[in-house]
């Protein structure tokens, strides 16, 4: 009787152990943010914990004030709810931001509608539940859905990054948030089937299964923080080792000057082809841009073909200052530019070449009253790694647009 009793107050310990681990968790994250200020998932990620943290402080003064052998039962119906709605609304946002974060480390897309919906929808469930006589532990039942989905889901979009992004970490975190959903999964199983008082709700090994559920998930979320803190690291190693393969391209220069245009002293088409400076790139999402010069042949017979070369010489000069600085510029034809940029979607891509265009200075030509500007089309395609960079090259040549 002793050992059952033991047993039960360990289990009934759990809620407040994965608060304490995920505080330790949320403490570390708060600790790498100067890392992290330019990683906007592993911001994302880090108010998941925070929320999470918060989710479960609601949940363990829930599980006391419903306690029956808790000193502070509650018979409040107005108390108990507001913790329930609490626990639920900020899991739900929890997992929302976890989904954000997994959205934008693959693809840079940050949809937030369902961050939005996620309160709501916790409070919904805190109304459609008895949050005056059901334990903490059951109202699993409510939320496990939603985590089995949520952590399911961006399990599945870091499983099935391209092979030139995948790593370590990413790989690390995808199993991690496999394994939560599963023991997600299999405490729903159990709930339901406690609620329909199915013979699988008396076995000895599920009732230890949702007994100890709490400390698996804790285990769970531990490892995951350490995969999401690689991935991290694994990403500061990448900006090191582009910024080495930048002074590694200009320190060689002399020994690649077969990859180099010699009008406009940008990369050409052949150092694309053998992926000059591109590693950064290549394990990374982004955008390629794709700039022509369309008034050309207007501006050559107008002022002649050594002041439209010049032009092109300056609109190049344009292109090479104002990107960033992991941005390549390549010419990849007479009157035609590619840029690569990594980790930038289509649409700041786009607002930052508009930026430049618009705001570069004219040319000006000797004799000429009137500076001139190069009249340009702007074409932009997303690419996933370094196996469709090649294909968003030509997808951007189809795609083309006025700047």
Do not use: C
């Not at 939320?143 to 790989?171: C, D, E, H, K, N």
């Not at 199915?198 to 599920?206: E, G, N, V, Y």
């Not at 990403?235 to 002399?254: E, I």
């Amino acid at each position: 009787m002793n050992s059952v009793s033991s047993n039960l107050i360990i289990a009934s310990l759990g809620p407040f152990a994965e608060l304490v681990g995920v505080g330790a968790l949320v403490a570390l994250f708060t600790l790498l943010r100067g890392q992290a200020d330019r990683r906007p998932y592993f911001k994302a990620w880090e108010e998941s914990w925070v929320m999470l943290a918060v989710a479960m402080t609601s949940g363990v003064i829930y599980q006391r004030l419903t306690d029956p052998s808790s000193v502070l039962l509650s018979n409040s119906h107005a108390t108990t709810w507001l913790f329930a709605a609490g626990y639920f609304a900020f899991k739900l946002l929890a997992f929302a931001q976890l989904i954000v974060g997994a959205r934008v480390y693959v693809n840079g897309v940050r949809d937030r509608w369902f961050f939005l919906a996620a309160a709501p929808t916790g409070i919904v469930l805190s109304l459609a539940m008895d949050t005056t006589n059901t334990q903490l532990g059951h109202l699993g039942l409510a939320i496990g859905p939603f985590a089995v989905a949520a952590y399911a889901y961006a399990a599945l979009r870091l499983a099935t990054l391209p092979p030139s992004r995948r790593s370590l970490g990413s790989r690390l975190a995808a199993f991690g948030l496999v394994a939560i959903a599963a023991l997600w999964a299999g405490l729903t199983v159990f709930y339901a089937a406690a609620l329909q008082h199915l013979p699988l709700a008396d076995s000895r090994w599920w009732v230890r299964f949702e007994r100890y559920g709490f400390f698996a998930d804790l285990l769970l979320q531990l490892a995951l923080g350490y995969a999401m803190v690689r991935v991290l690291f694994e990403d500061g190693r990448r900006d090191a080792a582009d910024t080495q393969a930048h002074l590694n391209v200009m320190h060689d220069r002399s020994l690649l000057a077969d990859f180099y245009d010699d009008y406009t002293g940008l990369l050409n088409r052949k150092a694309f082809d053998h992926a000059v400076g591109l590693d950064f790139a290549m394990a990374s999402f982004g955008s390629v841009v794709r700039v022509r010069v369309t008034n050309v042949d207007a501006l050559t017979a107008a002022h002649g073909e050594k002041n439209t070369q010049a032009l092109v010489s300056h609109f190049a000069g344009v292109l090479s200052s104002g990107t960033r600085s992991h941005d390549w510029v390549f010419r990849w034809a007479p009157t035609e530019f590619v840029v690569v940029m990594p980790r930038a979607v289509p649409s700041v891509a786009q607002a930052r070449m508009n930026y430049l265009l618009h705001r570069a200075a004219p040319f000006a030509i000797a004799g000429v009253r009137d500076s001139v500007r190069a009249e340009s089309a702007v074409s932009i395609a997303p690419y996933t790694g370094a196996e469709d960079l090649a294909a968003a090259v030509e997808r951007a040549a189809r795609e083309g647009a006025p700047a």
